[in-house]
């Protein structure tokens, strides 16, 4: 019989952790005994787990100890977290641990230690006494990386009790959610961010612009609510489209119908750009006077394109390098409070594998199962707005200039 003792503590019971650390015992052949359990007495209060688990094989504990490890169970033990060296650029040891996006510490000469740049899917590497994540691709000969599961403590997000800035969260995601609700909860929590000077990233795709939506995120840019965009290279031609042409891919904006030779348009839009050199020099030189693109260019607020394989043009703007383009992202998000995913789920996807998972991230989308597929990837704290994007954030702009 193989037997640990592992402590845990946080709002174990609101956030239903407790149920889950006891079926993942269950689930990998595992007995347990709780050997201590204090409940908070107040909302601040956390509580606290201490617990024998057993199994018959050696295996099935080292799975059980790895699930455990990201619900917040920790091994009781006294000893500091294994490392061992990178002989090869990009090529981790064996026995990498892998992070989630929770907060996390390692035990180092007999202390606990902060690992910095919290991300999932990534190693943690120690040097001069600090502990960061760092990508696999990011690896260098040399690297002193932590191996196994010892030392190694993980501090899942927990719901508060009073559940007041993010109410709408314990409600999942459903269609069934009031939209005025749903946007009263959003400007609550942006204008939080706002009075913390925080920053707030829109992450969008194209069907914001097909949505009627692009005039409303212009005026969150104008006035200051947008501290960074991240969107592919669509947004940025149908934006331009609409603002050159009154099309998106084709469509006139101001009744619906096709243009004629509309197929067209989002080519010229390129183009245009082209001509210009680049979408700041179109805004400088007066061709390019309105949209989400040109009031990111006269707000001096950052944007990223970030190609992909299907991409007309591209725009002179954009990133082609997959590798250059999630590194530009990674960087707008260092220190955002709060992420805006509206109508893409390629790119709310890979926003969400980059963030820690106090960032709170709202996820809006006509399709319920967007906002599934970034909560089932590792990003538990998205919250799905099930509705039209363009409606969303007229709603949005509206309620935001009325709170002015």
């Known amino acids: 019989m193989f037997q640990e003792v592992v402590e845990a503590q946080g709002h174990l019971i609101d956030s239903h952790l407790m149920e889950r650390i006891f079926d993942s015992v269950v689930e990998y052949n595992g007995k347990f005994e709780v050997e201590e359990f204090r409940v908070g ?9 201490r617990m024998k688990v057993s199994t018959d094989q050696h295996a099935d504990m080292e799975q059980l100890l790895s699930t455990l490890l990201a619900l917040g169970c920790t091994p009781v033990d006294a000893s500091d977290a294994a490392v061992e060296r990178v002989e090869k ?66 501090l899942p997000e927990s ?58 995120l212009a005026s969150l840019i104008r006035d200051g609510w947008v501290q960074a965009l991240l969107a592919g290279n669509a947004l940025g031609v149908h934006d331009i489209e609409a603002a050159l042409l009154g099309t998106s891919l084709g469509v006139r904006q101001t009744d619906g119908r096709q243009e004629e030779h509309g197929h067209r348009n989002h080519m010229r839009a390129i183009n245009a750009i082209n ?49 250059i383009a999630q590194d530009a992202y990674a960087e707008q998000l260092r220190g955002a409070s709060l992420v805006l995913c509206l109508g893409s789920m390629l790119h709310s996807i890979a926003t969400g594998n980059m963030l820690p998972s106090w960032v709170k991230i709202v996820c809006v989308d006509i399709n319920p199962a967007v906002a599934t597929k970034v909560s089932d990837r590792g990003t538990g704290q998205a919250v799905g707005i099930v509705t039209d994007v363009g409606q969303f954030l007229g709603l949005l702009s509206n309620a935001l200039q009325e709170q002015r």
């Not at 991300?119 to 960061?132: E, W």
């Not at 719901?159 to 800035?165: G, Q």
């Not at 969260?169 to 939209?179: A, C, K």
């Open 41 to 49: 007495k107040t909302n601040a209060e956390p509580s606290r787990l």
């Open 89 to 154: 650029d990009k090529c981790a040891p064996l026995d990498f641990y892998s992070t989630t996006n929770h907060r996390t510490q390692i035990r180092y000469k007999g202390e606990w230690i902060d690992v910095g740049s919290q991300r999932m899917d990534a190693m943690i590497v120690l040097k001069d006494g600090a502990a960061n994540c760092r990508r696999l691709r990011d690896l260098k000969a040399g690297d002193m990386v932590v191996t196994g599961m010892r030392g190694i403590r993980v």
């Open 159 to 216: 719901k508060e009790r009073d559940r007041l800035s993010f109410a709408f969260m314990s409600n999942g995601i459903s269609s069934e959610r009031q939209l005025d609700t749903a946007v009263r909860q959003c400007v609550t929590l942006m204008e939080q961010a706002r009075v913390a000077g925080q920053k707030i990233i829109v992450v969008a795709g194209p069907v914001v612009i097909h949505t009627g939506g692009g005039p409303a």
């Open 275 to 323: 001509h210009a050199g680049s979408i700041a020099a179109a805004v400088d030189s007066g061709k390019l006077k309105s949209g989400v693109m040109y009031e990111c260019v006269r707000a001096g607020v950052p944007f990223v394109l970030a190609g992909s394989l299907r991409d007309d043009g591209p725009l002179p703007d954009t990133i082609t390098d997959v590798n």
